[in-house]
């Protein structure tokens, strides 16, 4: 048991709480919470992301949604769509990359789909451009093929968490007691959940399981809009393909991995994610009536769109200090031991052609 203030995330007492509710509370909460309060980005926040690691991410990124457009017969109408754009680095480095390409640049809508006020001001400040929209749902856009890309964005919506015995699920929730104690305990499941969680072959079998929910009726409504315009959705998170019965949730506070029992005694101080179960994702997507490219790791993906031909020449005009810093940036990419291979890169598409790049 760990005390807490549970004023934080505004539960009643005595309350059971599912693991997703609670976390969303912790996350999400109108002023108190973790993305609504505070710049969780960068050296002096919790975790640093790869947009803010080195630009030459978000330059790859770039590269990819032009020849992306390529494949797609270069519309005249084209939408990008950031999901979770964190602190606007990506953002602010696409604009500038399309301005090379003028005709891309012409076709290229530009959406970022944030819920965070908090957050929406902090890009605001990044990003001054009138080709940017800000959105909290996809009904403006209408016309030309949609591309939906997110970095570190499904690992942060919160997941539900069930153990099976008997042929039956029970479900993880956090309950508070009289004196702000916190502990978890299981309940009996929904039907509606263990119907959805049995179609899933990936979840066969598992005696742990961790269900994304809440992100599967994000990406409803993502898949909804693809299917209508055609288009694709580019994820790329840490995560795994097979599960192991683990339990994956992971908290970060200043660049740091904390304890559960810390979670809960810093409840809107720290960033809770977990980590992404890959083939789930694909299934899902095949459910849906995607196509899927190769699951590739962040390492292969990279390197094939040709980050170490661009950091070459970019090397051609730098300093020795700025090599060494671009040197370890990459490797902290690229190596597989950091976010080479932990992190990897699923695209879902509705298309005639499967041509896209960085997958094979």
């Keep these: 048991m760990t005390k807490i203030n549970h004023k934080i995330i505004n539960i009643e007492l005595k309350s059971s709480v599912p693991?997703?509710?609670?976390?969303?509370?912790?996350?999400?909460?109108?002023?108190?919470?973790?993305?609504?309060?505070?710049?969780?980005?960068?050296?002096?926040?919790?975790?640093?992301?790869?947009?803010?690691?080195?630009?030459?991410?978000?330059?790859?990124?770039?590269?990819w949604l032009i020849t992306t457009w390529e494949k797609m017969g270069k519309p005249k109408r084209f939408n990008f769509i950031e999901l979770g754009p964190g602190d606007g680095s990506l953002t602010k480095v696409l604009i500038n990359t399309l301005k090379k390409f003028p005709k891309v640049n012409k076709a290229t809508k530009i959406y970022l789909y944030e819920k965070s006020s908090f957050l929406k001001k902090l890009q605001k400040r990044k990003i001054d451009n009138k080709k940017v929209k800000w959105i909290t749902n996809f009904n403006s856009i209408k016309n030309g093929p949609a591309i939906f890309f997110g970095n570190e964005f499904f690992d942060a919506?919160?997941?539900?968490?069930?153990?099976?015995?008997?042929?039956?699920?029970?479900?993880?929730?956090?309950?508070?007691?009289?004196?702000?104690?916190?502990?978890?305990?299981?309940?009996?499941?929904?039907?509606?959940?263990?119907?959805?969680?049995?179609?899933?072959?990936?979840?066969?079998?598992?005696?742990?399981?961790?269900?994304?929910?809440?992100?599967?009726?994000?990406?409803?409504?993502?898949?909804?809009?693809?299917?209508?315009?055609?288009?694709?959705?580019?994820?790329?998170?840490?995560?795994?393909?097979?599960?192991?019965?683990?339990?994956?949730?992971q908290a970060v506070m200043g660049n740091k991995k904390i304890s559960m029992e810390n979670i809960f005694s810093n409840l809107g101080k720290a960033d809770i994610t977990s980590l992404v179960n890959f083939n789930l994702l694909r299934e899902?997507?095949?459910?849906?009536?995607?196509?899927?490219?190769?699951?590739?790791?962040?390492?292969?993906f990279l390197e094939r769109m040709g980050i170490i031909q661009r950091a070459k020449i970019l090397e051609k005009k730098m300093t020795i200090k700025q090599k060494k810093y671009m040197s370890e940036t990459l490797n902290r990419l690229l190596e597989e031991k950091q976010m080479g291979k932990l992190f990897k890169v699923i695209f879902g598409y509705k298309y005639k052609n499967n041509d896209f790049l960085g997958f094979e």
Excluded: A, H, M, W
């Design 157 to 249: 919506i919160p997941i539900k968490q069930f153990t099976t015995k008997n042929n039956q699920f029970f479900e993880k929730c956090y309950t508070l007691g009289n004196k702000d104690n916190i502990s978890e305990i299981f309940i009996k499941g929904s039907n509606k959940d263990r119907v959805q969680i049995k179609s899933f072959e990936t979840l066969k079998q598992l005696k742990f399981i961790e269900y994304p929910k809440k992100g599967f009726l994000e990406l409803r409504k993502i898949i909804k809009k693809i299917s209508k315009l055609t288009g694709g959705i580019l994820l790329i998170d840490y995560g795994y393909l097979n599960s192991n019965n683990s339990n994956t949730l």
């Design 284 to 300: 899902f997507f095949f459910q849906n009536n995607l196509k899927v490219k190769n699951i590739v790791s962040q390492k292969f």
């Design 19 to 63: 693991v997703d509710e609670f976390i969303e509370k912790i996350l999400y909460e109108p002023k108190v919470g973790y993305y609504t309060s505070k710049d969780p980005f960068g050296k002096n926040g919790d975790f640093i992301t790869s947009p803010t690691i080195s630009n030459l991410f978000s330059e790859i990124i770039t590269i």
